[in-house]
């Protein structure tokens, strides 16, 4: 059973960095067939898609997010990390890691998401 956690701080400063970090268990980032995504909610909208990072280590992020936005993993603690400058109240949103199924284009693990708060 593949598990995925986020974790990081639930206020950021408007201007400043969010950071966050989803742990996965069960299952190894770097498994061929599976890309690893970030994806937000923000209230009252819908999901949004962030960004992706391939089993191979190809990162790949929607150009909505254009300069801002940063996706990486640390192999040996088979974690991913998102970072997110410049954010805004905007970027209050509930962020989510999902691991997908390449051959299949649909998500087949979540973590549970984790609050994000932008605000001074």
């Known amino acids: 059973q593949v598990q995925l956690q986020e974790s990081g701080p639930g206020l950021v400063r408007p201007s400043q960095t969010l950071s966050l970090t989803c742990t996965v268990s069960?299952?190894?980032?770097?498994?061929?067939?599976?890309?690893w995504s970030w994806i937000r909610q923000s209230p009252g909208k819908g999901l949004e898609w962030m960004g992706v990072?391939?089993?191979?280590?190809?990162?790949y992020s929607s150009p909505f997010f254009r300069s801002r936005i940063s996706i990486s993993r640390v192999t040996p603690k088979n974690q991913l990390s998102l970072e997110l400058s410049s954010v805004t109240p905007e970027d209050t949103a509930v962020y989510y890691c999902?691991?997908?199924?390449?051959?299949?284009?649909?998500?087949?693990?979540w973590g549970q998401g984790t609050q994000v708060t932008v605000s001074s």
């Open positions: 069960g299952g190894s980032i770097t498994t061929s067939g599976y890309a």
């Open positions: 990072i391939n089993y191979d280590g190809g990162p």
């Open positions: 999902a691991r997908a199924v390449v051959t299949g284009s649909y998500f087949d693990y």
